[in-house]
């Protein structure tokens, strides 16, 4: 038995070779989640800085609907 690598995607499997079966053969799958792969600590450090400057939902902008008026 050989073991495939794939990608779940909605409710199909999506492998990454060919496997050494008949077209329309029936076949047992077991799932095993594989490790993400790491990210790059730039793209890590780069997400964070994002995350701290985006829009402060949630708070308190004004104090008046007046203030709103007075930019």
């Given at each position: 038995m050989k073991t495939y690598r794939g990608i779940i995607k909605g409710n199909t499997i999506v492998l990454d070779e060919h496997?050494?079966?008949l077209e329309n053969?029936?076949?047992g799958?077991?799932?095993t989640p594989l490790?993400?792969?790491q990210r790059d600590d730039g793209m890590?450090?780069?997400h964070l800085e994002l995350i701290a400057h985006l829009y402060?939902?949630?708070q308190?902008?004004?104090q008046r609907r007046e203030e709103?008026?007075?930019r």
């Amino acid at each position: 038995m050989k073991t495939y690598r794939g990608i779940i995607k909605g409710n199909t499997i999506v492998l990454d070779e060919h496997p050494d079966l008949l077209e329309n053969c029936p076949a047992g799958i077991e799932i095993t989640p594989l490790e993400p792969a790491q990210r790059d600590d730039g793209m890590l450090q780069r997400h964070l800085e994002l995350i701290a400057h985006l829009y402060p939902g949630g708070q308190l902008l004004y104090q008046r609907r007046e203030e709103l008026y007075d930019r």
